[in-house]
């Protein structure tokens, strides 16, 4: 299993930013898939996770409205659409494949990428 991520970077706050994960190593379209996130200094936090087709997707209460978690199973690819960007999102996000396929955990998670940085700082 290889998850990459990419698309982070620097943005001001109120920007937006797209992360992208590449998933290699198994049947993508058979598993849910999440976001998380770790600020330096603080434990990695769920941001959010959808289920195998896309029609279930949760949030972490500080990014819901902001953030737009979504897949496309043809490319084997996890996104996270970024809106309204906060000082408090900078942190390492990293994809995550789920033990799951119809139900969104915030934990049950077995596989991890290496991480992309966002920054969000004037």
């Known amino acids: 299993v290889q998850l990459v991520e990419s698309g982070g970077g620097l943005a001001q706050p109120g920007g937006s930013l797209r992360l992208s994960c590449a998933a290699s190593?198994?049947?993508?379209?058979?598993?849910?898939m999440g976001w998380f996130r770790q600020a330096p200094g603080k434990e990695r936090e769920f941001v959010a996770g959808i289920t195998i087709g896309g029609s279930t997707t949760d949030y972490h209460y500080s990014v819901k409205g902001r953030f737009t978690i979504s897949r496309d199973n043809a490319k084997n690819t996890l996104y996270l659409q970024m809106t309204n960007l906060k000082p408090e999102d900078t942190a390492l996000y990293y994809c995550?494949?789920?033990?799951?396929?119809?139900?969104?955990?915030?934990?049950?998670?077995?596989?991890w990428g290496q991480g992309t940085q966002v920054t969000v700082s004037s």
């Open positions: 190593g198994f049947t993508f379209s058979t598993y849910g």
């Open positions: 995550a494949k789920s033990l799951y396929k119809s139900v969104v955990a915030r934990t049950a998670y077995d596989y």
